[in-house]
Protein backbone atom coordinates (compact mmCIF):
# COMPACT_ATOMS: atom_id res chain seq x y z
CA UNK A 1 0.00 0.00 0.00
CA UNK A 2 1.17 3.35 -1.07
CA UNK A 3 0.15 6.22 0.42
CA UNK A 4 0.72 9.96 -0.59
CA UNK A 5 1.24 12.72 1.64
CA UNK A 6 2.10 16.84 0.93
CA UNK A 7 4.85 17.91 2.55
CA UNK A 8 5.84 21.87 2.57
CA UNK A 9 9.44 22.10 1.38
CA UNK A 10 11.54 25.55 1.92
CA UNK A 11 10.25 28.36 0.91
CA UNK A 12 6.79 27.20 0.59
CA UNK A 13 7.21 24.40 -2.23
CA UNK A 14 4.35 21.65 -2.23
CA UNK A 15 6.72 18.47 -2.01
CA UNK A 16 4.92 14.94 -2.04
CA UNK A 17 5.69 12.37 -0.06
CA UNK A 18 4.79 8.92 -0.42
CA UNK A 19 4.40 6.19 2.33
CA UNK A 20 4.65 2.63 1.91
CA UNK A 21 3.21 0.67 4.74
CA UNK A 22 2.50 -2.97 5.68
CA UNK A 23 -1.78 -3.03 5.71
CA UNK A 24 -0.79 -6.45 7.67
CA UNK A 25 1.03 -5.16 10.32
CA UNK A 26 -1.27 -2.24 10.49
CA UNK A 27 -4.03 -4.19 11.64
CA UNK A 28 -1.87 -5.97 14.22
CA UNK A 29 -0.75 -2.78 15.53
CA UNK A 30 -4.70 -1.53 15.82
CA UNK A 31 -5.66 -4.78 18.00
CA UNK A 32 -6.90 -6.85 15.10
CA UNK A 33 -7.95 -10.52 15.01
CA UNK A 34 -4.23 -11.88 14.66
CA UNK A 35 -3.38 -10.25 18.13
CA UNK A 36 -0.42 -7.71 18.97
CA UNK A 37 2.39 -7.16 16.28
CA UNK A 38 5.87 -8.88 18.35
CA UNK A 39 7.95 -6.46 15.93
CA UNK A 40 9.84 -3.64 16.85
CA UNK A 41 8.35 0.21 16.72
CA UNK A 42 8.32 1.49 13.35
CA UNK A 43 11.41 3.21 12.95
CA UNK A 44 11.65 5.86 10.23
CA UNK A 45 13.40 5.45 7.08
CA UNK A 46 13.52 8.43 4.50
CA UNK A 47 14.45 7.47 0.98
CA UNK A 48 16.20 10.16 -1.42
CA UNK A 49 16.19 9.40 -4.80
CA UNK A 50 18.78 10.83 -6.79
CA UNK A 51 18.94 13.48 -10.08
CA UNK A 52 16.21 12.69 -12.41
CA UNK A 53 14.78 9.93 -10.13
CA UNK A 54 11.62 10.03 -8.17
CA UNK A 55 10.40 8.25 -4.59
CA UNK A 56 8.57 5.44 -6.83
CA UNK A 57 12.39 4.54 -7.82
CA UNK A 58 12.57 3.03 -4.07
CA UNK A 59 9.53 0.67 -4.46
CA UNK A 60 11.09 -2.53 -4.09
CA UNK A 61 13.41 -1.40 -0.92
CA UNK A 62 10.52 -0.19 0.57
CA UNK A 63 8.55 -2.97 0.69
CA UNK A 64 10.91 -4.84 2.56
CA UNK A 65 11.77 -2.27 4.69
CA UNK A 66 8.14 -1.67 5.52
CA UNK A 67 7.70 -4.87 7.19
CA UNK A 68 9.91 -3.42 10.21
CA UNK A 69 9.77 0.55 9.50
CA UNK A 70 8.02 2.85 8.79
CA UNK A 71 9.57 4.08 4.80
CA UNK A 72 8.82 6.83 3.24
CA UNK A 73 10.11 8.09 -0.12
CA UNK A 74 10.24 11.98 -0.83
CA UNK A 75 9.60 13.61 -4.43
CA UNK A 76 12.27 16.02 -3.94
CA UNK A 77 11.98 19.67 -6.14
CA UNK A 78 11.32 19.45 -9.45
CA UNK A 79 11.10 15.74 -9.39
CA UNK A 80 8.60 13.51 -9.41
CA UNK A 81 5.21 14.79 -7.81
CA UNK A 82 6.45 17.47 -6.31
CA UNK A 83 6.31 21.20 -7.83
CA UNK A 84 9.85 23.09 -9.23
CA UNK A 85 10.66 26.47 -7.00
CA UNK A 86 8.79 29.63 -8.22
CA UNK A 87 12.30 31.25 -8.24
CA UNK A 88 14.05 28.29 -9.36
CA UNK A 89 15.80 27.71 -6.19
CA UNK A 90 17.86 24.26 -6.81
CA UNK A 91 21.12 24.87 -4.64
CA UNK A 92 22.07 22.82 -2.07
CA UNK A 93 20.63 24.39 0.87
CA UNK A 94 16.75 24.07 -0.21
CA UNK A 95 17.26 20.26 -0.88
CA UNK A 96 18.47 19.95 2.58
CA UNK A 97 16.08 22.01 3.77
CA UNK A 98 12.98 19.98 2.21
CA UNK A 99 14.50 16.67 3.39
CA UNK A 100 14.97 18.22 7.08
CA UNK A 101 10.88 19.65 6.81
CA UNK A 102 9.79 16.16 5.59
CA UNK A 103 11.31 14.62 8.83
CA UNK A 104 9.74 17.03 11.07
CA UNK A 105 6.31 17.24 9.08
CA UNK A 106 6.03 13.48 8.98
CA UNK A 107 7.02 12.93 12.82
CA UNK A 108 10.39 10.53 10.98
CA UNK A 109 12.66 11.77 13.76
CA UNK A 110 15.14 10.70 14.30
CA UNK A 111 15.39 9.09 11.28
CA UNK A 112 17.56 6.27 8.95
CA UNK A 113 18.83 8.36 6.11
CA UNK A 114 18.65 6.07 2.59
CA UNK A 115 20.05 8.10 -0.56
CA UNK A 116 21.00 7.27 -3.71
CA UNK A 117 23.66 10.34 -5.73
CA UNK A 118 21.81 13.65 -5.11
CA UNK A 119 19.95 12.19 -2.33
CA UNK A 120 22.87 10.66 -0.73
CA UNK A 121 24.40 14.00 -1.15
CA UNK A 122 21.47 15.76 0.43
CA UNK A 123 21.50 13.02 3.56
CA UNK A 124 24.79 13.68 4.33
CA UNK A 125 24.37 17.25 4.34
CA UNK A 126 21.49 16.91 6.89
CA UNK A 127 23.00 14.48 9.29
CA UNK A 128 26.17 16.59 9.45
CA UNK A 129 24.00 20.12 10.04
CA UNK A 130 21.34 18.15 12.31
CA UNK A 131 22.55 15.27 14.18
CA UNK A 132 19.42 15.28 16.20
CA UNK A 133 17.61 14.20 13.41
CA UNK A 134 19.62 11.12 12.15
CA UNK A 135 20.47 8.19 13.70
CA UNK A 136 21.95 6.04 10.42
CA UNK A 137 23.12 7.02 7.12
CA UNK A 138 23.36 4.97 3.70
CA UNK A 139 25.03 6.66 0.78
CA UNK A 140 25.03 4.90 -2.32
CA UNK A 141 27.05 5.29 -5.47
CA UNK A 142 27.78 9.70 -4.50
CA UNK A 143 31.46 11.24 -4.73
CA UNK A 144 32.34 13.68 -2.29
CA UNK A 145 35.33 15.02 -4.65
CA UNK A 146 34.18 17.75 -7.04
CA UNK A 147 33.27 16.45 -10.63
CA UNK A 148 34.37 19.42 -12.50
CA UNK A 149 33.63 21.53 -15.39
CA UNK A 150 33.99 18.95 -18.16
CA UNK A 151 31.73 16.55 -16.56
CA UNK A 152 29.05 19.41 -16.60
CA UNK A 153 29.67 19.48 -20.38
CA UNK A 154 29.39 15.84 -21.07
CA UNK A 155 26.14 15.92 -19.79
CA UNK A 156 25.35 18.92 -21.27
CA UNK A 157 25.90 16.63 -24.87
CA UNK A 158 24.06 13.81 -23.49
CA UNK A 159 20.67 15.40 -22.98
CA UNK A 160 20.84 17.13 -26.14
CA UNK A 161 21.40 13.35 -27.85
CA UNK A 162 18.01 12.22 -26.33
CA UNK A 163 16.05 11.01 -29.12
CA UNK A 164 13.02 12.98 -27.88
CA UNK A 165 10.35 12.89 -28.28
CA UNK A 166 10.25 8.78 -27.44
CA UNK A 167 7.37 6.78 -29.92
CA UNK A 168 6.65 4.00 -27.33
CA UNK A 169 7.69 3.07 -23.54
CA UNK A 170 9.52 0.04 -25.36
CA UNK A 171 11.47 2.78 -26.98
CA UNK A 172 12.43 4.38 -24.23
CA UNK A 173 13.65 1.32 -22.04
CA UNK A 174 15.75 0.01 -25.52
CA UNK A 175 17.45 3.15 -25.75
CA UNK A 176 18.67 4.00 -22.15
CA UNK A 177 19.18 0.26 -21.72
CA UNK A 178 20.88 -0.89 -24.90
CA UNK A 179 21.49 2.79 -27.47
CA UNK A 180 22.60 5.32 -25.26
CA UNK A 181 26.37 5.68 -26.29
CA UNK A 182 27.21 6.71 -23.56
CA UNK A 183 26.72 3.03 -21.99
CA UNK A 184 29.31 0.37 -21.80
CA UNK A 185 27.58 -2.39 -21.65
CA UNK A 186 23.68 -2.86 -22.14
CA UNK A 187 21.85 -2.63 -18.76
CA UNK A 188 17.99 -3.53 -18.75
CA UNK A 189 17.09 -1.88 -15.41
CA UNK A 190 18.59 1.23 -17.03
CA UNK A 191 15.91 1.55 -19.46
CA UNK A 192 13.21 0.35 -16.40
CA UNK A 193 14.02 3.39 -14.34
CA UNK A 194 14.33 5.70 -17.03
CA UNK A 195 10.48 4.59 -18.51
CA UNK A 196 9.25 5.64 -14.34
CA UNK A 197 10.20 9.28 -15.40
CA UNK A 198 8.32 10.06 -18.66
CA UNK A 199 4.95 10.85 -19.25
CA UNK A 200 3.09 10.57 -22.20
CA UNK A 201 2.52 13.66 -24.63
CA UNK A 202 0.41 14.30 -27.70
CA UNK A 203 3.38 13.22 -29.97
CA UNK A 204 5.38 10.78 -28.00
CA UNK A 205 7.25 10.03 -24.55
CA UNK A 206 8.85 12.83 -23.27
CA UNK A 207 10.54 13.57 -19.02
CA UNK A 208 8.47 14.23 -16.62
CA UNK A 209 11.50 16.71 -15.54
CA UNK A 210 13.28 19.89 -17.20
CA UNK A 211 16.31 18.92 -18.47
CA UNK A 212 17.50 21.99 -18.16
CA UNK A 213 16.60 22.55 -14.50
CA UNK A 214 18.17 19.04 -13.93
CA UNK A 215 21.64 20.96 -15.07
CA UNK A 216 21.12 23.68 -12.68
CA UNK A 217 20.21 20.99 -10.31
CA UNK A 218 23.84 19.62 -10.54
CA UNK A 219 25.86 22.64 -10.85
CA UNK A 220 25.19 22.97 -7.01
CA UNK A 221 27.19 19.32 -6.74
CA UNK A 222 29.73 19.57 -9.57
CA UNK A 223 32.11 22.70 -8.92
CA UNK A 224 32.42 21.96 -4.89
CA UNK A 225 33.51 18.92 -2.76
CA UNK A 226 32.09 18.00 0.54
CA UNK A 227 34.85 16.03 2.61
CA UNK A 228 33.88 18.55 5.26
CA UNK A 229 30.71 17.92 5.56
CA UNK A 230 30.75 13.95 5.22
CA UNK A 231 33.56 14.04 8.27
CA UNK A 232 30.60 15.73 10.25
CA UNK A 233 28.38 13.04 10.39
CA UNK A 234 28.13 11.26 13.75
CA UNK A 235 26.01 8.28 12.97
CA UNK A 236 26.62 4.91 11.86
CA UNK A 237 27.13 5.39 8.16
CA UNK A 238 27.23 2.53 5.43
CA UNK A 239 29.01 3.80 1.59
CA UNK A 240 27.32 1.72 -0.76
CA UNK A 241 29.16 1.23 -4.43
CA UNK A 242 28.51 -0.87 -7.37
CA UNK A 243 31.76 -2.34 -8.44
CA UNK A 244 30.69 -0.40 -12.13
CA UNK A 245 29.18 2.70 -10.71
CA UNK A 246 30.39 6.52 -10.51
CA UNK A 247 32.10 6.07 -7.05
CA UNK A 248 35.55 4.63 -7.33
CA UNK A 249 36.58 2.06 -4.94
CA UNK A 250 39.75 4.17 -3.66
CA UNK A 251 37.50 7.17 -3.04
CA UNK A 252 34.48 5.24 -1.58
CA UNK A 253 37.15 3.84 0.88
CA UNK A 254 38.71 7.37 1.91
CA UNK A 255 35.06 8.14 2.35
CA UNK A 256 34.49 5.21 4.83
CA UNK A 257 37.80 6.45 6.30
CA UNK A 258 36.91 10.28 6.76
CA UNK A 259 33.41 9.09 8.20
CA UNK A 260 33.90 8.98 12.25
CA UNK A 261 31.88 5.33 12.01
CA UNK A 262 31.77 4.63 8.19
CA UNK A 263 31.43 1.04 7.11
CA UNK A 264 32.19 -0.08 3.34
CA UNK A 265 30.12 -2.12 1.21
CA UNK A 266 30.57 -2.90 -2.63
CA UNK A 267 27.41 -4.82 -4.77
CA UNK A 268 28.90 -6.89 -7.27
CA UNK A 269 27.71 -6.42 -11.32
CA UNK A 270 25.88 -3.17 -10.34
CA UNK A 271 26.24 0.24 -11.79
CA UNK A 272 25.06 3.82 -10.26
CA UNK A 273 21.76 2.36 -10.25
CA UNK A 274 22.88 0.04 -7.45
CA UNK A 275 19.32 -1.36 -6.18
CA UNK A 276 18.12 -1.37 -9.45
CA UNK A 277 21.00 -3.14 -11.02
CA UNK A 278 21.16 -5.59 -8.18
CA UNK A 279 18.17 -5.52 -5.64
CA UNK A 280 19.22 -8.53 -3.93
CA UNK A 281 22.64 -7.62 -3.51
CA UNK A 282 21.68 -4.22 -2.52
CA UNK A 283 19.27 -5.48 0.64
CA UNK A 284 22.24 -8.11 1.92
CA UNK A 285 24.51 -5.15 2.36
CA UNK A 286 21.74 -2.74 3.65
CA UNK A 287 19.14 -4.54 5.88
CA UNK A 288 21.96 -5.68 8.07
CA UNK A 289 23.58 -2.85 8.49
CA UNK A 290 20.03 -0.80 9.64
CA UNK A 291 18.95 -3.34 11.98
CA UNK A 292 22.40 -3.35 13.68
CA UNK A 293 22.71 0.74 13.74
CA UNK A 294 18.87 1.40 14.51
CA UNK A 295 18.81 -2.16 17.12
CA UNK A 296 21.50 0.33 19.01
CA UNK A 297 18.20 3.05 19.54
CA UNK A 298 15.50 0.13 20.37
Not at 35 to 49: E, I, M, T, W
Not at 188 to 210: H, L, Q, Y
Not at 211 to 225: K, N
Request: with cysteine.
Amino acid sequence: MVRRIDVTGAEGVRLAAWEFADPLKETQRSGGPEGPDPAPPPYGVLLLHGLMGRAGHWADTARWLSARYRAVGLDQRGHGRSDGPQEDAFGREEFVADAEAAIEQLGLAPVALVGHAMGALTAWQLAARRPDLVRALVICDMRASALGERSQREWEEWYASWPVPFATLADVRKWFGEDDPTLERPRASRGDFFAEVMAESPDGWRPVFCREQMLRVRETWVHDAHWEELAQVQCPTLVVRGLDGELGRAEAQEMVRVLPRGIYAEVPDAGHLVHYDQPAGWRRVVEPFLQAALADHS
